[in-house]
């Protein structure tokens, strides 16, 4: 059983992610404008792991028999000066979500709740994971400076990117 103020906290990171699915859609939107497909693909793929994310907290809730309550979700932005700038927001956000994730450890640890803590470090280890691609990205893009030929092959690149739906349940 969860205590009331895990299971708000809990939910309020359900919003979080389905926050980071809303916002890597409008980037994917602004690559597929710009027409690099390639990034557009990378960030479609981020969208389905922030689902992904949502899901493995709905499900949680529900196991340990709390009430899962969904909230509003805000406009994302939709435009970014450059295909840097929107990457270095996407780091920003990965970097934001690493704080939360971490917030909520900290309440787990106060509530003495040792299995949402078990729980969330799979969270922890994959905010690891999300910051060190988004950053590595970043400082490609860096390097590159906007040259159409880099731009071109990085987006060749980032469109090979299979996503592989990874078990609801957790690895
Ligand atoms: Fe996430
Ligand atoms: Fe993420």
Do not use: C
């Amino acid at each position: 059983m969860l205590t009331d103020k895990m299971a708000k906290a809990l939910n309020d990171q359900i919003n979080a992610e389905l926050s980071s699915a809303y916002l890597y859609q409008a980037m994917a939107a602004y690559f597929e404008h710009l027409g690099l497909r390639g990034f557009a693909k990378w960030f479609d793929n981020q969208v389905l792991e922030e689902m992904i994310h949502a899901r493995k907290l709905y499900d949680f809730i529900h196991e340990r028999s709390g009430r899962v309550v969904l909230e509003g979700i805000e406009a994302p932005q939709h435009e970014w000066e450059s295909p840097l700038a929107a990457f270095e927001a996407a780091l920003k956000h990965e970097r934001y979500i690493t704080s939360r994730i971490n917030d909520l450890a900290r309440v787990a640890d106060e509530e003495g709740d040792r299995a949402t803590q078990i729980f969330l470090q799979w969270f922890i280890s994959e905010q690891v994971e999300e910051e060190s691609s988004v950053g590595e990205i970043v400082d490609q893009l860096r390097f590159i400076k906007e040259s159409p030929h880099g731009l071109f092959m990085l987006d060749r690149e980032l469109g090979q990117r299979k996503f592989t739906t990874p078990s609801v349940e957790g690895e």
